[in-house]
């Protein structure tokens, strides 16, 4: 017997959340975005911005908002921990279903149909997965800031802001690159600067992205894409070394990377049928059939 109204797909990051309202066949109804949901920033806040994103889509969609009616799928940031993920599940609401995966096998989800592939996401964070064709999932990367997570967001922060420093005590020139660093995080000096770092997150670190993109002629900036495009052609051949695979690229980074992927793997670019989002969507949809028996 049917006890749910509505499936509700969630993407989840260290930047910010979105949401796709669903009917009950999967059919999208109405989007909406709110804060950062990524475990990592804390658990109480993940579930803030979830139900402020819900709220959100419902309204777009005028329907009223009931958490007893909905089938959730989430893909969020942070699940491989399971100091994270079992307090998240702990202090889920009263929801008719809920089924929560990494972002990256939502992506996987969307970009390929939910048929096997390659999928790079490339956002706040980064990691790699692969779907076989016996539906097992593969992930490479995704080891977390500030150690992993090679070529997204706040690895391009961590690594630009060291330009800042060197430029702010005559290392380097305080050039333009090294100006917009400073005046995007609001320091004007060593002291200001090592006050935004003592409290800067992934979040933070990942706003100098686009900063770092801007400068894409600067001589340090053209090593960190050359090494980014290099870390996202590991990630492709160690989870398709025969590349037999389609692959997708995935984030907000995905496609502003594509052009320094190294040309083998880049020739095996496919543009993804959908995103992260949908393919939560496509989840909570999968969950409310196997809710249904």
Known sequence: MQTYSWLVGVDGGGTGTRVALGDVNGVELARATAGPSGLGLGIERAWQSIEAGCRAAFAEAGVPFDWSQCVLGCGLAGVNNPAWLEPFLAAAPGVAGLAVESDVYTSLLGAHGGAPGVVVALGTGSVAAALSATGECR?????????????????????????????LDGRVTMDAFAQALLAHVGAHDRESLIVWQCAANQTGYASLAPVVLAHREHPFVAKLLAEAGFAIGQFIEAL????????????????????????????????????????????????????GG
């Open 240 to 291: 398709d070394p025969l590349a037999t695979l389609p692959v997708a690229l995935a984030g907000g980074l995905g496609q502003p990377l594509r052009e320094w992927i190294p040309q083998a793997q880049r020739e095996r670019l496919r543009a993804p049928l959908a995103d992260s989002t949908s393919g939560a969507l496509r989840l909570a949809q999968q969950e409310a059939a196997r809710l």
């Open 139 to 167: 992930i490479a990367g995704g080891f977390g800031f500030p150690s992993g997570d090679e070529a997204s967001g706040a690895w391009f922060g961590l690594r630009a802001i060291v330009w800042a420093q060197q430029a």
